[in-house]
């Protein structure tokens, strides 16, 4: 196969610079954009001048305020942030269809055939940041890769306001000292369970090889394998159809009781309604769904149809979830299923159209 040429792109602290654009008496401040600090609202993101206070995503307003008194509080508008990403992958198509979004903010770009700014995909990530900016006004990063792995790990490199490029010749160099946090699909709990063998770095796991990362991780030791010597042949696939959204938590203790449950949900509900906002699917979810694991690591999932994003139902179904263990609890979380026969249908309908 020939090289592939991957493009990931990813605006910086994307609410927070819609908003700062269209306000310029924000910027250079410390601004959170997300739920009300009085009830029980989360931050969607802040920017760069918030994160020096230790405010960060999916952190209660409330205690972004403890941390950073001067913060100014934005509510989130989605139908805003919706039209500027409209806009971003406008400019994104300019140079390929081959666009795989991942959220309003960010996408892959396989940019292999594409003859602009000489072929070159480090060129082509400038002039797309450039009009971003001067069209725009606001940033986006770029990670330049031969593959999505590594162009995803690159975009984070020079954040914000930035681009890094690696070459098929950098790929060995870059990928050996690379954290095992950075791979796709390796949590918290594999990292520990990684750093307590002594496996922090890609080059720690290259080393153990093959046979030894599949007899200790299964299945994902063969991916384990790819990813740390940087190989990863997944295609940028288009307009990826999304089937479910979810959030999840695992506490640090146990909740001990139903009502203690409960209590979780309201956090838990806000923050999968912004996922779904994100995600653009809000007026597609056919079911909704709560999963409980009891403190033995036993899991229930109770799943009940229904259209709209439902507090109240997702407490029913906690409840039934609860009724089934009334054991202490180590995760809550809350999902919706999305219908995708829609475009299912117009998958369908362009193969028959296919000569
Ligand atoms: P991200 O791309 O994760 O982050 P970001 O654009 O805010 O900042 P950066 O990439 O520079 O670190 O998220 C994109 C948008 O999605 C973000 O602006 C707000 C929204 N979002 C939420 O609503 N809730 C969340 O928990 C996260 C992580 C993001």
Partial sequence: MSQRKIIHADCDSFYASVEMRDDPSLKGKPIAVGGSPTG???????????????????MPMAEALRRCPDLIVVRTDMAKYRAVSKDVHEIFSDYTDLIEP???DEAFLDVSGVEQCG??????????RTRVRDNLGITISAGIAPNKFLAKVASDWRKPDGQFTVTPDDVQGFVRELPVTKLFGVGSVTAGKMARSGLNTC????ALGAAELSLRFGKFGVRLWDLCRGVDNRPVRPDRVRKSVSVERTYAEDKPGLASCLDQLPSLFEELSQRVAKANCGGRIKA?????????FETTTVTRQGSGLS?????????EAWARGERPVRLLGLGVSVNTDDVARQLVLFDELVP
């Fill in 119 to 128: 072929g070159s995909a480090t060129l082509m990530a400038e002039e797309i």
């Fill in 288 to 296: 909704l769904t709560v999963k409980m694991r009891f403190a033995g």
């Fill in 102 to 104: 991942l959220s309003l």
């Fill in 40 to 58: 029980r609202g989360v931050v969607a993101t802040c920017s760069y001048e918030a994160r020096r206070f230790g405010v960060h995503s999916a």
């Fill in 311 to 319: 507090q109240k139902l997702f407490g029913e179904l906690m409840e």
């Fill in 203 to 206: 080059a720690d796991l290259e």
